[in-house]
T-cell receptor, first 115, second 113 residues
Framework: AQSVSQHNHHVILSEAASLELGCNYS??????LFWYVQYPGQHLQLLLK??????LVKGIKGFEAEFIKSKFSFNLRKPSVQWSDTAEYFC?????????????FGAGTRLFVKA | NAGVMQNPRHLVRRRGQEARLRCSPM?????VYWYRQLPEEGLKFMVY????????ESGMPKERFSAEFPKEGPSILRIQQVVRGDSAAYFC???????????FGEGSWLTVV
C-alpha cells in the first residue's frame, strides 16, 4: 500500500530564509504527486502537482517541488519565505489504479515564519 | 463557479446521537472523497465514492460509519452513536476523474459532548 512520509512535523524560520520540506513516498510504480497548503482556519488548497514531464514543477506563491524518482521524493522548496507562508503543508500521492485511485496524505508539516 | 460545499460547518452532538455530514462536489465532478483530520495526525483517508458506488472504503471504521453518494443530491457521511473520539474535522474533496487533482471543501467540525 502506498504511504507518504513527511520528515519534519514543525519548522520555524525567519522571514527571507529558504525553505525545504521533505516528502518521501513508498510506492514504486507510476504516481501523481501533490503539495497542499492549509492556512489557519481554512481548507486545503493545491500548491502544485506533478503528473509527468519536467520533474521540477512550479506552483503558486513562489513554491516549487522536485520529483526525484530514484529517491521516491518530492520535496517542496521556496527560496525566501514570508510571514504569510505560516501554514501547514501536506504532501500527497495517488498511485492510480494500483493504489485504488485514492490520494494519500502525509502527516503534514507545520511551518511558522517569524516576522 | 462554486467549489466543494460542505454542511454543516460545525455540528455538536451528544454521545449516542447520529451525525450526518453533507458534501456537494464541484460542478462536473463525479468523484468524492472523505477525510478525517485530527490534531497532530494529518489527513486520514476514509472513503472514495463515485455516483451510487463506493469505490474504496478501506479507511472507514467498520462500525457506526457509512457513506453514500446517490444519483441525485449530495454525498453523505453518517456516523451513528457518536463517541467523544469521533470529534474531528471531516473534509470532503472532489475530482473530475480518478487519480486527478482533488479539491477540498471547507470542512465540517464535529464536536461530541
Amino acid at each position: 500500500a502506498q504511504s507518504v512520509s513527511q520528515h519534519n512535523h514543525h519548522v520555524i524560520l525567519s522571514e527571507a530564509a529558504s525553505l525545504e520540506l521533505g516528502c518521501n513516498y513508498s510506492y514504486g510504480g507510476t504516481v501523481n504527486l501533490f503539495w497542499y497548503v492549509q492556512y489557519p482556519g481554512q481548507h486545503l488548497q493545491l500548491l502544485l502537482k506533478y503528473f509527468s514531464g519536467d520533474p521540477l514543477v512550479k506552483g503558486i506563491k513562489g513554491f516549487e517541488a522536485e520529483f526525484i524518482k530514484s529517491k521516491f521524493s518530492f520535496n517542496l522548496r521556496k527560496p525566501s519565505v514570508q510571514w504569510s507562508d505560516t501554514a501547514e503543508y501536506f504532501c500527497a500521492v495517488n498511485a492510480g489504479d494500483t493504489g485504488g485511485f485514492k490520494t494519500i496524505f502525509g502527516a503534514g508539516t507545520r511551518l511558522f515564519v517569524k516576522a | 463557479n462554486a467549489g466543494v460545499m460542505q454542511n454543516p460547518r460545525h455540528l455538536v452532538r451528544r454521545r449516542g446521537q447520529e451525525a450526518r455530514l453533507r458534501c456537494s462536489p464541484m460542478k462536473g465532478h463525479s468523484h468524492v472523497y472523505w477525510y478525517r483530520q485530527l490534531p497532530e495526525e494529518g489527513l486520514k483517508f476514509m472513503v472514495y465514492l463515485q455516483k451510487e458506488n463506493i469505490i474504496d472504503e478501506s479507511g472507514m471504521p467498520k462500525e457506526r460509519f457509512s457513506a453514500e453518494f446517490p444519483k441525485e443530491g449530495p454525498s453523505i457521511l453518517r456516523i451513528q452513536q457518536v463517541v467523544r473520539g469521533d470529534s474531528a474535522a471531516y473534509f470532503c474533496a472532489s475530482s473530475p476523474r480518478a487519480a486527478d487533482t482533488i479539491y477540498f471543501g471547507e470542512g465540517s467540525w464535529l464536536t461530541v459532548v
